[in-house]
T-cell receptor
Framework: GQNIDQPTEMTATEGAIVQINCTYQ??????LFWYQQHAGEAPTFLSY??LDGLEEKGRFSSFLSRSKGYSYLLLKELQMKDSASYLC??????????WGAGTKLIIKP | ETGVTQTPRHLVMGMTNKKSLKCEQH?????MYWYKQSAKKPLELMFV???????ENNSVPSRFSPECPNSSHLFLHLHTLQPEDSALYLC?????????????FGQGTRLTVV
């Protein structure tokens, strides 16, 4: 079967750095997405990785290792507004998006 | 504002009611999707429309009936639902199904079946 694993919940401190991991087992691979979802709001696109390595976008970076079936989202200089759920999704060989259950990130002052 | 608008935002319905969820996108996309999001579970893809043609129906019960009159509008018709159907229903759109482009989501309809 196809599976995406990510931690259910994480807590971090304002101003710090946090890394949210995602591991996947899918039938084929055609890219990995990270989305942010604030409570009661739409998921919004954060990043897309299809090749191995690090993609940086301001305070957010996403890393991919296809051989390990592994990605992480790195958030730097955490702000209170970063409190949200972070969803990892992999596009499989049929171009279907397989979603993780999301990681709820709690930022404390 | 993501360019995808869903109405209503909240809906409470009885098991014998019939209601419809509406989704509209102003992004010029050709693919539209319905997802179900339950607490602490992965997003479940329900239906996919590509250029107004339904291309995916992921074993969704017939009490959920989609309609896509054009590339900008998507409906989900609901009838005789069960309490376990209570969830957040998300609509999304993308340039074209099966491409490496991201999907844009609406804010969802929070459905409660009583």
């Amino acid at each position: 079967g196809q599976n995406i694993d990510q931690p259910t919940e994480m807590t971090a401190t304002e101003g710090a750095i946090v890394q949210i991991n995602c591991t996947y087992q899918t039938s084929g691979f055609n890219g990995l997405f990270w989305y942010q979802q604030h409570a009661g709001e739409a998921p919004t696109f954060l990043s897309y990785n299809v090749l191995d390595g690090l993609e940086e976008k301001g305070r957010f970076s996403s890393f991919l290792s296809r051989s390990k079936g592994y990605s992480y989202l790195l958030l730097k200089e955490l702000q209170m507004k970063d409190s949200a759920s972070y969803l990892c999704a992999v596009r499989d060989s049929n171009y279907q998006l397989i979603w993780g259950a999301g990681t709820k990130l709690i930022i404390k002052p | 504002e993501t360019g995808v608008t869903q109405t209503p935002r909240h809906l409470v319905m009885g098991m014998t009611n019939k209601k419809s969820l509406k989704c509209e996108q102003h992004l010029g996309h050709n693919a539209m999707y319905w997802y179900k999001q339950s607490a602490k579970k992965p997003l479940e893809l329900m239906f996919v429309y590509n250029f107004k043609e339904q291309t995916e129906n992921n074993s969704v019960p017939s009490r959920f009936s989609p309609e896509c009159p054009n590339s900008s509008h998507l409906f989900l018709h609901l009838h005789t639902l069960q309490p376990e159907d209570s969830a957040l229903y998300l609509c999304a759109s993308s340039h074209r199904a099966g491409e490496d482009t991201e999907a844009f989501f609406g804010q969802g309809t929070r459905l409660t079946v009583v």
